[in-house]
């Protein structure tokens, strides 16, 4: 599943956990897709906090507390790290990482709490989300195979890894526009993970991220190519190093937010990067004085494109940038009538 479907259905998990409705989820997926960054969205979009437990890190005995006597009698210490309403809120989300890099002796302490969100008699307060995640057994992780108790105590998601989700993310998040021009001009490149080479590092919406921040630190600078290459691995980097460089090329971008006729670049990567850089002003003028003008231009420009599914692309994105807004931009509806046979088949 695509992460803004997966986004949606946590975020009806979270709030079905106040409703006494909530089932405990797994997002299962390779390293690096974005299954932690998910939950940490969901959290955020509802000001909660997050409890983060590692069960790969712990023994049974760190999950199911210290045993003290009291008379005649044993009880036992409740984890501080487990949620408290008072310490921790009323609401939130216990995330279990790595939940699959757990020894079974680990994973068998969590069945209670997975399930009847409690353990012994420590409970889960209401209004507390369970959500786990772990790569599968194929991905040459440090993988345990998850016993049928544990899994039965779940509904399940794989997380699939979606360009048009990740360019959404990159733009909320301030990600470098070349950054994404070039995964717009390669798309193929937003994850590639063979598990039976197991490289050290490889092309990952989360190695991706590493880029964006190499680009920051290291552009124009001879270390650029070779920072690159670690963080998405040689080919990959290589190929971003490639489209970085031949950017000299691009338009002048403020003068097509001036109005002017700026000729549309003949070269196709070129053509997907000055698409990504205009979405990014886009996003960037959204609240501004002169954001209505901004978005026509763009929109004007939008429709001079030979190949109209680049334009098509660049709305798309534009409209995921700045939300409903755009339809009422006068040129918007000029340029929509320009592409309709394009929309529709």
């Not at 490889?202 to 001879?222: C, V, Y």
């Amino acid at each position: 599943m695509r992460p803004a479907q997966l986004q949606a259905v946590l975020d009806r998990e979270f709030i079905s956990a106040s409703e006494g409705q909530h089932t405990p989820v797994m997002l299962w997926g390779p390293p690096g897709v974005g299954k932690s960054q998910i939950i940490a969205g969901v959290a955020a979009r509802h000001g909660a906090p997050v409890i983060d437990i590692r069960l790969s890190q712990m023994e049974p005995s760190d999950l199911r507390g210290i045993p003290f006597r009291v008379d005649s009698l044993v009880e036992w210490a409740v984890p501080a790290m487990l949620p408290d309403a008072e310490r921790h809120g009323k609401a939130g989300i216990l995330f279990l990482d790595e939940i699959t890099s757990a020894p079974p002796s680990v994973s068998a302490a969590a069945y209670q709490l997975i399930l009847d969100r409690r353990l012994g008699a420590y409970e889960v307060p209401d209004g507390w989300a369970i959500f786990a995640a772990g790569n599968r057994q194929g991905d040459r992780g440090v993988t345990y195979a998850m016993p049928a108790p544990l899994a039965n105590r779940f509904s399940h998601f794989e997380v699939e890894a979606n360009l048009d989700d990740w360019v959404a993310w990159a733009y909320e998040n301030d990600i470098d526009e070349r950054l994404i021009g070039f995964l717009r001009f390669r798309p193929e490149r937003l994850f590639d993970f063979d598990p039976a080479h197991n490289p050290v590092a490889f092309p990952s919406p989360r190695s991706w991220e590493f880029a964006h921040r190499a680009l920051q630190k290291f552009d124009n600078t001879p270390l650029l190519l070779a920072t690159l290459q670690a963080c998405v691995g040689p080919a990959a980097g290589l190929e971003l190093n490639a489209f970085v460089e031949n950017l000299d090329r691009m338009p002048d971008l403020d003068a097509i937010l001036r109005g002017e006729e700026v000729p549309v670049p003949r070269e196709v990567d070129l053509q997907y990067a000055v698409a990504s850089a205009l979405v990014g002003r886009a996003a960037r003028a959204k609240g501004s004085s002169d954001a209505r003008e901004t978005y026509g231009r763009i929109l004007d420009y939008a429709g001079r494109f030979p190949l109209r599914e680049m334009g098509v692309m660049l709305v798309s994105d534009m409209h995921r940038a700045i939300g409903q807004q755009l339809f009422s931009v006068p040129q918007f509806s000029a340029w929509a009538n320009s592409v309709a046979d394009v929309m529709l088949y």
